[in-house]
């Protein structure tokens, strides 16, 4: 039992932990860029700070979201009836089609 509290315990604290990292990477980061830049002073405060806002380029990369090959084919299907100039029932049945081949 004591053994369970004190692997729930460290589970507990490695999640700030683990949060920590991730920022301090960031501000590393955004550290290097604007010293790539030749920024300096307010300029160098500025562009942090703008930098530590926005969202880290593997969040943004995981919040856009992959399609499954249905839906690959119905995009396609979909610009390919809109190319062809097809509305309606057209559209419906031009896609229902292709959705089957």
């Not at 943004?60 to 119905?74: F, H, I």
């Amino acid at each position: 039992m004591r053994k369970l509290v004190l692997l729930i315990a460290l589970g507990i604290l490695s999640v700030p932990a683990m949060a920590a990292n991730s920022q301090q990477e960031k501000m590393k980061q955004c550290s290097a860029d604007a010293k790539a830049k030749g920024l300096k002073g307010e300029d160098y405060t500025k562009f942090k700070n703008e930098c530590l806002k926005t969202k880290p380029e593997a969040a943004a990369a995981s919040t856009e979201k992959k399609l499954t090959p249905q839906q690959e084919k119905m995009k396609k299907c979909s610009a390919d009836a809109k190319a062809k100039g097809l509305k309606g029932a057209d559209y419906t049945k031009f896609k229902n089609e292709c959705l089957k081949g």
